[in-house]
């Protein structure tokens, strides 16, 4: 059987460092596992909140595919008539209508297509629609359009996104989970021939709390006055997963974990 193409998902790029991270580790990890397409969550990649034209621009150019977003979409209201501007960059599907952008898109390589979903969870999360019906309905759109189709899951609760995996089984290559920029140990096919993760992690920081400094959220949770938040510049990881798509429509043969620490060498200025 011939084999289908291989996916690279990278989870909540987060501020400065894990653009840094994405745009160091890229052409690397590309290379090493064959990578046909590359998705990455691109939600908090304006100094942790949001996207701006210009850096979603510059993932574009650094080889990105499609970007998919989550409840901070809307942050940047430079971003507002980028959404809906043409470009492979999604919000999730299931908001109101009168929202700006497109919940899904297809994007060809090679001849064969990919179909790429953003989806948000309805709990602890605001989305206009029920993201296990609109799901339903995107898919019958993409029906015929699409040879493989990847699912951002972008929800805070872990049963949320397990349900989906498992009323996704069968349907779609992958469902990957964003949003708690926690990586969950639980990658694998399910029986159906889904690829399946509750949450890919995030790129960025590890060294804080999911992407803030690490003392300004203690200070925050000891003290429950206003804090003012900044991104951690602390420990710079990768967090993804490779998704080996099989050589028939829709199913996934492999699913792999990328956790992978970024080590900058020091500034050109200071080498001799
Ligand atoms: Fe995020
Ligand atoms: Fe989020």
Do not use: C
Not at 15 to 31: H, K, S, V
Not at 100 to 119: H, Y
Not at 261 to 267: E, F, L, M
């Amino acid at each position: 059987m011939q084999a289908g193409p291989t996916i690279l998902f990278v989870g909540d790029v987060v501020g400065g460092l894990g653009r840094r991270t994405l745009l160091a580790l890229l052409p690397g990890l590309r290379e090493r596992h064959g990578a046909d397409f590359v998705v990455v969550n691109g939600e908090n990649v304006a100094g942790g909140l949001g996207i701006t034209p210009k850096l979603a621009d510059e993932l574009f150019a650094a080889g990105v595919d499609v970007i998919t977003l989550g409840n901070h979409t809307y942050r940047r209201a430079e971003i507002v008539p980028y959404l809906d501007s043409g470009r492979p960059i999604v919000r999730p599907a299931n908001y109101l209508a009168t929202q700006p952008g497109r919940g899904s898109v297809v994007v060809e390589r090679g001849g064969v297509r990919l179909g790429v979903v953003n989806l948000s969870g309805n709990v602890h999360l605001r989305a206009g629609r029920v993201a296990f019906l609109e799901i339903d309905q995107v898919l019958g759109e993409l029906e015929g359009q699409a040879d493989h189709v990847l699912v951002d899951f972008h929800a805070e609760v872990t049963s949320e996104k397990v349900a989906m995996g498992w009323y996704l089984d069968g349907r779609v290559t992958a469902m990957v989970g964003t949003h708690t920029h926690v990586p969950t140990a639980d990658a694998r096919v399910l029986p159906g021939g889904t690829a399946y993760i509750t949450d890919v992690g995030m790129t960025g920081p590890r060294g804080g709390v999911i992407g803030v400094k690490k003392e300004q959220s203690i200070a925050s949770l000891r003290t429950h006055m206003n804090v003012h938040f900044e991104t951690s510049e602390d420990d710079p990881w990768l967090m993804g997963v490779v998704i080996r798509a099989a050589g028939r429509p829709r199913r996934a043969v492999a699913i792999e974990q990328v956790l992978e620490p970024w080590r900058p060498g020091p500034p050109a200025a200071a080498r001799s």
